[in-house]
């Protein structure tokens, strides 16, 4: 290499007409050799330094060390939190359509306009004509989720209205998808053989028999967060909380998903005032929702979201439920005075029109063009351990 360098100087200064060879000497020309290898050796010690010690970036800014030190704890924080959802649950992700479906142009003029079909925290508000099924299936069907739907039919409930729950379910709810029904009931010899589509089960969790409808109701609350910390977490991406006593009339389908979905509840979703909703108005209880606050009234008959969403959310109606029963309280709807309450303060990513719960108990007005599922009439007397309603 030093001979290199030393026909280097000779061959440059020849070529610019100098006579530099003759003041370089051999021991210089070796000096200078030497300071050029370590500085190469420093450059790349320092370089390699500054790579693999990428925390002393703060040692740059030292104000910032604080900070930048929080912010690294969050990003790794979000990053688990990432890892664990993409492991467990399903999400919506990329609306991908193949080429060639045929379906209506969209238009940007012509909609509903009877109905508003977006909240003021600006997501949808799904009625019938705000989407197209086609559309929407061909988007959902490729994502393929597998859906768990949790019902209970306690006592009564199993002969009165399981089978109609479930046949109709099969002609209407989410046809083509993955679904799994988990039977809660104390009586699983009961539950009906109803013949199932496709990539469809049945599956029967055992539960005690209760003396109040209050503490099947609210006890769906625990049950159901125990069912799924057990299994459905393993077995499922999507979940559902339906009542029973219902009975499913047209498509209800992939429009219906988001992270989290609430109905609003037909009996007060088109003039009633805000201060006249039926949410719990004692500050005693967790369900406490103070005059001049709230959007809507949403029904605890159905409702649905991602499964950590859902698990987050009855696992919260079942612990506020268990707090206010410390406190001798009840909240005045169980569990769907504690469901708005979160709902309120907690906004659902896709509110569904009453459509997706009518009631056989009232007429259907012009605004409703489809009911998807109507809660039967019920004799409560007749049904329920104690009556009442
Ligand atoms: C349409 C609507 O807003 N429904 C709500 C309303 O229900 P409902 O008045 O419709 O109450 P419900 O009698 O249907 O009870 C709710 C559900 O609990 C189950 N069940 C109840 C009693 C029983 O003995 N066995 C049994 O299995 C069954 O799945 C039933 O569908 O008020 C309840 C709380 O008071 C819940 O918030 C319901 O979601
Ligand atoms: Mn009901």
Redesign the pocket.
Known sequence: MLNVFLVHVRWSSRHNGLKMHKNITRNHALIVAALLIILVVLYTYFRNMSTTFTFCKPCVLPENYLNDLEKEKEQIEDKKQDEHCQNDSWKIGNLIIGSGLKYPQPSTQTGRTDVNPVTNWNVPLVWEGTFDPLVIDEIYKKMDPRVAVV?????K?VHSFLKAFIETGEKFFLVGFKVTYYIHTDNGNEVPKVELGNGRKITVVPVPSANR?QD??LG?MKWATSTIDKRIRKEADYLFMM???SVFHNRFGAESFSRLSAVL?RGYYKNTPRDSFPYERRAKSKAYIPAGEGDYYY???VWGGYLEDMYKLVKYCYEMSVEDAKNNIEAV????SHLNRYLLYNKPTKVLSPEY?WSDYDQVPGDIKVVRIS?LVKNYAEV??NGG?
């Open positions: 019902v209970f039919a306690v006592g409930y409808w099947v109701v769906r009542d029973v006593d509840h029904t605890a008959a709807w169980q569990e769907e719960l809660q329920r351990p309603n």
